[in-house]
């Protein structure tokens, strides 16, 4: 079967890092995203992966590993508008997302 | 610009009961996908569409049907509704379905089945 995992909740400090894990087992691979979702809302996209190594875009970087079917997305200088849900997705061989149940971070001042 | 609509917000339909989601884009994509998403578990694909004219099954497709008779919209149609219908539905559209293409979702569809 095809599964994402990620933990389900962190916490972390206002202005500080973190990263959240994500490792997946799919039908094949063609690409990993990362989304943001706060509550109540829809998901909006954070960045894609697709080749191994780290992808950095502003206070957010994604890093993927595709022998260790493994990413992460860090977060830097924590701000309180960054507690939300962060949700990793897969696409497989068919081009269909898998999405794991997401991470609740939790910004703490 | 308004992206992607959904309609209704929020509904509380009886069991048994049909009911029509709607979904309309604006940005021309090609593709179009609806999702459901509850506590505990990731978005699950019910229905998508690479592009206009056709359509295919997701990972939950039963109780649920969609058509695709042009490029804006995908309706999502249950044709007998039952409480585990319950659910936030997202529809969502891509340009394509490969690349970095990223899907954009809609604000969702809070239904509730008694």
């Known amino acids: 079967g095809q599964n994402i995992d990620q933990p389900t909740e962190m916490t972390a400090t206002e202005g500080a890092i973190v990263q959240i894990n994500c490792t997946y087992q799919t039908s094949g691979f063609n690409g990993l995203f990362w989304y943001q979702q706060h509550a109540g809302e829809a998901p909006t996209f954070l960045s894609y992966?697709?080749l191994d190594g780290l992808e950095e875009k502003g206070r957010f970087s994604s890093f993927l590993s595709r022998s260790k079917g493994y990413s992460y997305l860090l977060l830097k200088e924590l701000q309180m508008k960054d507690s939300a849900s962060y949700l990793c997705?897969?696409?497989?061989?068919?081009?269909?997302?898998?999405w794991g149940a997401g991470t609740k971070l939790i910004i703490k001042p | 610009t308004a992206g992607i609509t959904q309609a209704p917000t929020s509904q509380i339909l009886a069991a048994g009961r049909s009911m029509t989601l709607r979904c309309t884009q604006d940005m021309r994509h090609n593709a179009m996908y609806w999702y459901r998403q509850d506590l505990g578990l990731g978005l699950r694909l019910i229905h998508y569409?690479?592009?206009?004219?056709?359509?295919g099954k997701g990972e939950v497709p039963d109780g649920y049907s969609v058509s695709r008779a042009n490029t804006d919209d995908f309706p999502l149609t249950l044709a007998s509704a039952v409480p585990s219908q319950t659910s936030v539905y997202f529809c969502?559209?891509?340009?394509?379905?490969?690349?970095?293409?990223?899907?954009?979702f809609g604000p969702g569809t809070r239904l509730t089945v008694l």
């Open positions: 997705a897969v696409r497989d061989s068919n081009y269909q997302l898998i």
């Open positions: 992966n697709v």
């Open positions: 969502a559209s891509s340009d394509s379905i490969a690349g970095g293409n990223e899907q954009f």
């Open positions: 569409s690479n592009t206009a004219g056709t359509t």
